[in-house]
């Protein structure tokens, strides 16, 4: 299962969904905390939930506070950077540019791609942290204190 | 409203105590996980407010002893709403109280005028986020280093009040060595490195 576990891990990494800072959390973890990168991944997905809806309230005013938008997007990029989502960053990157050059369409759009990504994450974590809750928790190398 | 969380137990003499403010939640456990691995002990907030109503610089006096609550490093997030981590930093280096506390700055944000600000306002470090374990061990491994030097300079009845003047002059080791390059763009001498030698030193560039 354990094999299971880390292959499906290098698929998420070869396809871009996750980045290095995904392992360096999940190395956070031992014994006394076998699911704190689950603990963290749904704190994000709850702190997400509020930043889309202020994100796609703000998209339905005329003319768009870009400013307004881009600070969102920051927060969403902050905390998708800190566990590792890759595309979600990617997008939230691009969104932001879009922001800057004050592209209305462009931001529209990708917001889209966002929340594309964000679900397809979601539902591929799912399955990566219900299989890691069954293999069990991983014998992690020393730390240095 | 202060939104403490405390991790209580015994703080020995090496343990670092740390206060680490950041408005995002999921930053919040991150930091404070990677701290609880670096046997610090840990204060999370979610605001500049309350970290200075904890550090009883608000107008409200502590409700416990200054001495248990003695915070040996404050981390703050930049980009915060209401008290940005840089209004931060100017406050508590403009207190006679909390301004020998070393302070450090991050952010996910790579900006040159930004982190030569806050090296000028006096914070140690500016770290770009995300952060790694990495980046706490050798914070504290500094820290700590400094905290001992400033008792041997204490005990010699040392006259100068600057937190590691002296320090600064003789530990260009350690910064370097504590510096990494993720996510820099630098030129490569670093800007403070050129002024006056009691200025903390920004990160340095080396190559992962």
Redesign the interface.
């Known amino acids: 299962m354990q094999k299971q576990l880390a292959k499906m891990k290098q698929s998420l990494f070869d396809q871009g969904y996750l980045d290095e800072?995904f392992i360096?959390?999940e190395?956070?973890q031992d014994d006394a905390?076998p699911n704190?990168v689950e603990?963290?991944v749904t704190?994000?997905y709850?702190?997400s939930v509020r930043l889309v809806q202020n994100i796609e309230q703000a998209l339905e005013k005329n003319p768009l506070d870009f400013s307004k938008l881009e600070g969102y997007m920051?927060?969403f990029?902050?905390?998708s950077?800190?566990?590792?989502a890759k595309k979600v960053k990617t997008e939230c990157t691009q969104f932001r540019e879009y922001c800057r050059a004050g592209n209305a369409e462009g931001c529209k759009r990708t917001f889209q791609e966002l929340k594309k990504e964000y679900a397809t994450l979601k539902k591929k974590l799912e399955v990566y942290f219900q299989l890691a809750r069954q293999a069990g928790p991983v014998e992690k190398a020393c730390?240095?204190? | 409203m202060v939104l403490v969380k405390k991790q209580r137990s015994n703080c020995s003499s090496n343990e670092l105590h740390v206060l680490a403010v950041d408005d995002?939640?999921?930053?919040r456990?991150?930091v404070e996980?990677?701290l609880k691995?670096?046997?610090c002990k840990v204060t999370v907030v979610e605001s500049g407010r309350s970290a200075l109503q904890f550090l009883g610089l608000d107008g409200e006096t502590s409700c416990v002893g200054f001495d248990e609550l003695k915070v040996n490093l404050i981390m703050t997030d930049y980009?915060m709403p209401g008290m940005t981590g840089y209004e931060l930093l100017k406050k508590i280096k403009g207190s006679s109280k909390l301004r020998e506390i070393p302070v450090v700055v991050m952010s996910?944000e790579n900006i040159m005028t930004r982190i030569d600000s806050c090296i000028e306002e006096g914070a140690e470090e500016f770290l770009v986020?995300?952060?790694?374990?990495s980046d706490v061990?050798r914070l504290k491994d500094f820290i700590l280093k400094g905290d001992d030097k400033n008792r041997k300079n204490n005990n010699s009845n040392s006259l100068s009040r600057k937190r590691k003047s002296q320090d600064d002059l003789v530990l260009p080791m350690p910064m370097a060595t504590l510096c990494s390059a993720r996510n820099h763009d630098f030129p490569s001498q670093p800007k403070s490195m050129l002024d006056q030698p009691l200025q903390k030193q920004p990160r340095l560039v080396q190559t992962d």
Request: glycine share 4%; hydrophobic share 30%; net charge positive.
């Open positions: 800072q360096q959390l190395d956070l905390n704190f603990e963290v704190l994000y709850r702190d920051h927060q990029k902050g905390s950077s800190s566990f590792g730390r240095p204190k | 995002s939640f999921v930053d456990k991150v996980r990677l691995i670096s046997s980009s996910s986020k995300p952060l790694k374990l061990e």
